[in-house]
């Protein structure tokens, strides 16, 4: 597993061009099943994760080609409709295709997904959906098999809010001759990106972005153009950096969709201001803490940004408490942030309490997940002395050149080979 070596303790400054976000681009890439047909697909990130999207397309069939940020999807030979096992466990997402194979081709069988260990990640909503559209579902030695049987217009309430099963029934259901309609649907910015992508093949979506999303279905899809939005999470960490590091920064491309964060960054004491589609974040002194964040569905503060959120707490003068109301273990950065002089009581894995210090110290640690690996690594920025981050791949499935960005603004960051091909020069 590969490593950062970060020497803390500057200040960042300068501008970070945003990327396309992950969690637009993956059912996005997943939909381009639908049309039978070529999606040219712009501002795509170049991370692990959509490398691992790329690659389950292939294996059912379709041409890809890489242009920079630029897909290029030719569906048209999509044949299989069972999507590879060794791919599935490398990403959660992966069962997103399920969706759009069932749509396309009247079928599909897959495996249960892998992806971050944030505790149990059940996929009980994306099968009951299934079930209720008029899907034939059963498992065969751990394979789920989905068949298309009769179709119906059907109203499907879902009992929390689920961003995958909200995809993965928008994706299901978008062909054919069925309405559909989501109730309690999930309304994060990237369900109304996936909306507009399909709507621009021809699809007739309304309502994401809202709790209640109805889908027409639609005989046939076109040839589309698009381009991914923003990713509001890889905003958040960057402005986490810039308070934590007491710097300043202006993002570019901005999502505009980080309200609830923009918010408890100001409660800090974090400057923020806007001009058109960039962010300028800047903090001068020592922060002040005692502060309640309680993590949530859209627009609620995101459960994504919640470990860089509490390694910014541990900066934050007073205590601060942390819920996280979404994943029942998304707290294996804390062990690792205490490692480095957090001081932070956890009263169980959903709830933390955060005691301000003065700076935290370098030390060596782990990345157990994707958001909590970039945690660490703006905590590693804020200390004195250099730091060690260990498993660096869960990072990589997220953020795109990391490094080069972390660079730009002035960090001292160097993966374990840069510093192995120094030593050789
Ligand atoms: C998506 C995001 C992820 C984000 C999460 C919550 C992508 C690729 N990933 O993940 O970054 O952290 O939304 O905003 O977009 N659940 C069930 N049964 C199900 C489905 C979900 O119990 O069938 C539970 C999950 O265990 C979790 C909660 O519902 O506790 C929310 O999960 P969900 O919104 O589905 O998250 P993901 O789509 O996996």
Redesign the pocket.
Same mark, same amino acid.
């Given at each position: 597993m590969a490593k950062y070596h970060v020497i803390g303790g500057k200040k960042v400054q300068g501008d970070v061009l945003i990327s396309g976000a +992950?969690?637009a681009a993956?059912p996005i890439l997943a939909a381009a099943v639908l049309n039978g047909g070529v999606s040219v697909i712009k501002n795509c990130p170049d991370i692990s994760d959509v490398r691992v999207s790329v690659d389950i397309l292939r294996k059912l069939g379709a041409y890809v080609d890489c242009d920079g940020n630029t897909l290029i999807i030719e569906s048209k030979d999509i044949g299989k409709t069972a999507i590879d096992r060794k791919l599935m466990e490398k990403m $959660? @997402?992966s069962v997103i295709f399920a969706g759009s194979l069932i749509a396309r081709c009247g079928e599909a069988a897959f495996f249960a997904p892998g992806g971050c260990a944030l505790g +149990? $990640?059940? &996929?009980?909503?994306?099968i009951g959906s299934f079930k209720k559209m008029g899907i034939d579902v059963r498992e065969e030695n751990g394979e789920i098999i989905c068949g298309k049987n009769k179709e119906h217009d059907c109203i499907i309430e879902l009992p =929390?809010p @689920? =961003?995958?099963?909200t995809e993965n029934i928008m994706l299901a259901s978008c062909m054919g001759k069925s309405m559909t309609r989501i109730k309690n649907a999930?309304a *994060?910015p *990237?369900i109304e990106d996936l909306q507009n992508f399909i709507n621009s093949m021809g699809g007739k979506i309304v309502g994401a972005g809202s709790s209640e999303i109805t889908i027409y279905g639609c005989e046939k899809l076109h040839d589309c153009e698009y381009s991914v939005m923003s990713d509001r999470i890889e905003e958040g960490t960057f402005m986490c950096m810039a308070a934590m590091t007491c710097g300043e920064l202006n993002l570019k491309n901005i999502s505009g969709k980080n309200k609830a964060l923009e918010e408890v960054l100001c409660g800090v004491g974090c400057d923020i201001s806007h001009s058109g589609n960039e962010l300028r974040i800047k903090t001068e002194k020592m922060l002040k803490g005692g502060l309640d964040v309680k993590t949530g569905y859209y627009p609620q503060f995101?459960?994504?940004m919640q470990p860089q959120i509490t390694a910014l707490l541990t900066l934050c003068r007073g205590e601060s408490r942390i819920t996280e109301n &979404?994943? *029942?273990s998304r707290d294996r950065h804390i062990d690792e942030l205490i490692k480095m002089g957090a001081d932070i009581k956890k009263r169980d894995s959903r709830n933390f309490t955060v005691k301000g210090t003065d700076r935290l110290n370098a030390a060596q640690v782990c990345a157990r997940d994707l958001r909590g690996g970039a945690a660490l690594v703006a905590a590693a920025m804020s200390a004195e002395g250099e730091s060690i981050i260990n498993d660096i791949e869960y990072i990589q499935r997220g953020y795109e050149k990391f490094e080069d960005k972390l660079k730009n603004i002035g960090v001292s960051i160097k993966t374990e080979k840069e510093i192995c091909d120094d030593e050789k020069n």
């Amino acid at each position: 597993m590969a490593k950062y070596h970060v020497i803390g303790g500057k200040k960042v400054q300068g501008d970070v061009l945003i990327s396309g976000a +992950k969690n637009a681009a993956l059912p996005i890439l997943a939909a381009a099943v639908l049309n039978g047909g070529v999606s040219v697909i712009k501002n795509c990130p170049d991370i692990s994760d959509v490398r691992v999207s790329v690659d389950i397309l292939r294996k059912l069939g379709a041409y890809v080609d890489c242009d920079g940020n630029t897909l290029i999807i030719e569906s048209k030979d999509i044949g299989k409709t069972a999507i590879d096992r060794k791919l599935m466990e490398k990403m $959660r @997402s992966s069962v997103i295709f399920a969706g759009s194979l069932i749509a396309r081709c009247g079928e599909a069988a897959f495996f249960a997904p892998g992806g971050c260990a944030l505790g +149990k $990640r059940p &996929i009980d909503m994306h099968i009951g959906s299934f079930k209720k559209m008029g899907i034939d579902v059963r498992e065969e030695n751990g394979e789920i098999i989905c068949g298309k049987n009769k179709e119906h217009d059907c109203i499907i309430e879902l009992p =929390v809010p @689920s =961003v995958g099963a909200t995809e993965n029934i928008m994706l299901a259901s978008c062909m054919g001759k069925s309405m559909t309609r989501i109730k309690n649907a999930a309304a *994060e910015p *990237e369900i109304e990106d996936l909306q507009n992508f399909i709507n621009s093949m021809g699809g007739k979506i309304v309502g994401a972005g809202s709790s209640e999303i109805t889908i027409y279905g639609c005989e046939k899809l076109h040839d589309c153009e698009y381009s991914v939005m923003s990713d509001r999470i890889e905003e958040g960490t960057f402005m986490c950096m810039a308070a934590m590091t007491c710097g300043e920064l202006n993002l570019k491309n901005i999502s505009g969709k980080n309200k609830a964060l923009e918010e408890v960054l100001c409660g800090v004491g974090c400057d923020i201001s806007h001009s058109g589609n960039e962010l300028r974040i800047k903090t001068e002194k020592m922060l002040k803490g005692g502060l309640d964040v309680k993590t949530g569905y859209y627009p609620q503060f995101p459960t994504d940004m919640q470990p860089q959120i509490t390694a910014l707490l541990t900066l934050c003068r007073g205590e601060s408490r942390i819920t996280e109301n &979404i994943f *029942e273990s998304r707290d294996r950065h804390i062990d690792e942030l205490i490692k480095m002089g957090a001081d932070i009581k956890k009263r169980d894995s959903r709830n933390f309490t955060v005691k301000g210090t003065d700076r935290l110290n370098a030390a060596q640690v782990c990345a157990r997940d994707l958001r909590g690996g970039a945690a660490l690594v703006a905590a590693a920025m804020s200390a004195e002395g250099e730091s060690i981050i260990n498993d660096i791949e869960y990072i990589q499935r997220g953020y795109e050149k990391f490094e080069d960005k972390l660079k730009n603004i002035g960090v001292s960051i160097k993966t374990e080979k840069e510093i192995c091909d120094d030593e050789k020069n």
